[in-house]
């Protein structure tokens, strides 16, 4: 099969759309990252993504609506909590789990009685729904376990033969995934940290809770809460080890681990924010201290190059989990196998 990248323009939509109502997989940008997309009400579609990504089956998609009106025919029911994050955030980064309608198939959910649901800030991503007449279950558009895609060519690095077309419409303004939370209860629980923090969620609803295991690993046979948690993600093919604590001592170590890597013949990288001098020693920058919100569109990108580089080593500096840090952090770890090293 041949994969075409294509502008985002309104003729090109239309054809994405049309695409997407005929049961093809179709690529697409959204404000987080490059979705994979199906029509999310035909289970034989929808298992064409878990094949293109080689996704487990047990790891639902999120369904994608273009309008609040889409919302009562794919739900049961919008517990109160969950309106008041509608209302503030959609159309936005944030995912919402919610019971679901029949007409989902178990394929989306993979067999859980909840859905969830993102109505995305992109106006290309609505507008490739509008086109479609369909809500569109889709996950990010990379091959399970590697980096998420946060441009095109990303997309095309892992899906090239396997779709007919990506739909391009550049870089992803926020660069991780939508947070997703289960409001279902009077405090919230947020799954995944995203681009809508805590302290946003907080502000909206008086209450926020964070899952166990945002910032640590999920040891087997753990029941999760969310699925992908269980998952090794966004890996480089690096060893990957983050350095947390003080800024002086972070930088000693790892100026004495890259230098120890050099001298065994292997290909050190460091992953670090701005404003701290490692001299003449490779650097994939994520950004300034004072801007969180760099870091969070940069990381993927750089977890890609390192794949690049042949870096044998990825030496990463930790960031403040603050804000949308908490994210950062999260996807960082999770690509490090949460190797931390304390300082
Ligand atoms: P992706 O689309 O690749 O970013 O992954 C979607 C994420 O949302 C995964 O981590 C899933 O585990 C999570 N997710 C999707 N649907 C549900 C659900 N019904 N309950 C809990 N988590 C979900
Ligand atoms: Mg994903």
Request: hydrophobic share 40%.
């Amino acid at each position: 099969m041949i994969t075409e990248i294509r502008s985002a323009s309104p003729e090109n939509i239309a054809y994405a759309g049309r695409l997407i109502s005929e049961g093809k997989l179709v690529a697409f940008p959204t404000e987080t990252v490059y979705g994979l997309g199906a029509n999310a009400l035909d289970a034989k579609a929808v298992e064409q993504i878990f094949v293109a990504k080689g996704r487990p089956g047990d790891n639902p998609l999120i369904v994608h609506i273009a309008e609040m009106e889409e919302l009562s025919g794919l739900v049961l029911d919008v517990p109160v909590n969950a309106r008041k994050l509608m209302d503030a955030f959609w159309p936005g980064p944030m995912t919402l789990i919610l019971p679901k309608r029949d007409c989902i198939p178990d394929t989306v959910s993979a067999g859980l009685d909840t859905v969830g649901i993102r109505m995305p800030g992109n106006a290309s991503a609505r507008a490739l729904i509008a086109a479609a007449h369909c809500p569109i279950a889709a996950p990010s558009a990379n091959r399970s376990g590697r980096p998420s895609p946060t441009c095109a060519m990303h997309v095309f690095e892992d899906m090239e033969g396997r779709i007919p077309l990506i739909l391009d419409d550049g870089p992803c303004a926020v660069g991780v995934e939508s947070t997703v939370i289960d409001a279902r209860e009077d405090v919230p629980i947020i799954l995944r940290p995203g681009g809508i923090t805590p302290e946003m969620i907080d502000h909206c609803l008086g209450a926020v809770r964070l899952d166990e295991h945002i910032l640590s690993p999920v040891q087997e046979g753990t029941t999760v809460r969310s699925p992908g948690m269980k998952y090794r993600h966004y890996a480089p093919e690096a060893k990957t080890v983050i350095f947390s604590g003080d800024e002086e001592k972070v930088r000693e170590e790892i100026i004495r681990r890259y230098d120890a890597e050099r001298e065994h013949g292997g290909k050190p990288v460091i992953l670090a924010l701005d404003n701290h001098n490692y001299g003449q020693r490779e650097i994939l920058s994520l950004g300034s201290v004072e801007e969180p919100e760099a870091a969070a569109a940069r990381l993927f990108a750089a977890l890609r190059e390192l794949d690049h580089l042949g870096c044998t080593l990825a030496l990463c500096e930790a960031v403040d989990t603050a804000g949308i840090g908490l994210a950062v952090m999260n996807r960082m770890g999770r690509a490090a196998g949460f190797d931390i090293v304390r300082l």
